[in-house]
């Protein structure tokens, strides 16, 4: 989404951006959370920074979404104000979602993505985010673009994780009711007196709780292309799965 779908070169500077929430922020916590009198925005700014870093430095090892509600919790606790009487939805709600001065769609946005779904092509949006969808949602709006993904709109907080790690995408593809199907055969350079295809694959259900796939080829495309050059197995079972196959020769049952 950032700086791929919204264009930041003419947005207001992200420092002062967000002190100008930090600061909305302080003004919440001393109403209603009794902050210390003489704790500035620029502690709390700093406090913020700090939790922030530590959050996303453990998001890149773990791929586990970060959130920027605990983000904000923590740098008030950083900083003395006495949070366990703090509503992380208020805390968040003082924070505040407005979007940055300046932002706007890349102009190529609405050149392209129209006449992609003009083919019948659904379109999804995943962004590692630590804001919720509906903070995101607001820029959406602002710059026109909320409408070119009615379906699937994910912001990895909203699911636990971030990007690349699988279960985000398999959530997008969920919403867009795309199902997992055989990839089928890939011919890179067929000569002209090669079988016309080289990928046969058939399903059976094996008993109640089971299903074998068979599949085969005629030869490779190519002298230093496979046929099987690649085989990817989605499977949602649980502790009593099993996977039995036997590929190229070779057993395998995990």
């Not at 709600?93 to 940055?100: E, L, S, T, V």
Request: charged share 20%.
């Amino acid at each position: 989404l950032d700086q791929t779908l919204l264009d930041w070169s003419q947005v207001e500077s992200w420092e002062d951006y967000q002190r100008q929430r930090v600061t909305a922020l302080l003004d919440y916590a001393r109403q209603e959370l009794n902050a210390p009198a003489d704790l500035t925005p620029v502690t709390l700014f700093a406090a913020f920074q700090e939790e922030s870093s530590v959050a996303w430095e453990h998001a890149r090892l773990t791929l586990r979404a970060p959130s920027i509600s605990a983000v904000l919790v923590k740098a008030l606790a950083a900083v003395g104000v006495s949070v366990h009487e703090a509503d992380s939805t208020a805390v968040l709600r003082a924070y505040g979602g407005r979007p940055p001065e300046g932002e706007r769609a890349y102009p190529d946005v609405f050149a392209v993505l129209p006449q992609i779904q003009a083919h019948g092509v659904a379109l999804g949006l995943i962004t590692n985010s630590a804001h919720p969808l509906y903070l995101r949602d607001h820029e959406l709006r602002a710059t026109g673009m909320l409408d070119l993904f009615p379906t699937c709109r994910l912001s990895a907080v909203d699911v636990g994780v971030i990007k690349p790690h699988p279960d985000i995408f398999k959530y997008g593809l969920d919403l867009l009711g795309v199902e997992p199907r055989l990839r089928g055969h890939e011919i890179v350079a067929p000569q002209a007196d090669e079988e016309a295809s080289y990928a046969f694959s058939d399903w059976q259900r094996v008993g109640a709780d089971g299903v074998s796939l068979t599949t085969r080829t005629w030869g490779n495309p190519t002298t230093t292309t496979p046929a099987t050059q690649g085989m990817c197995f989605e499977v949602r079972g649980g502790q009593s799965t099993r996977f039995v196959g036997t590929i190229n020769g070779r057993a395998v049952d995990v």
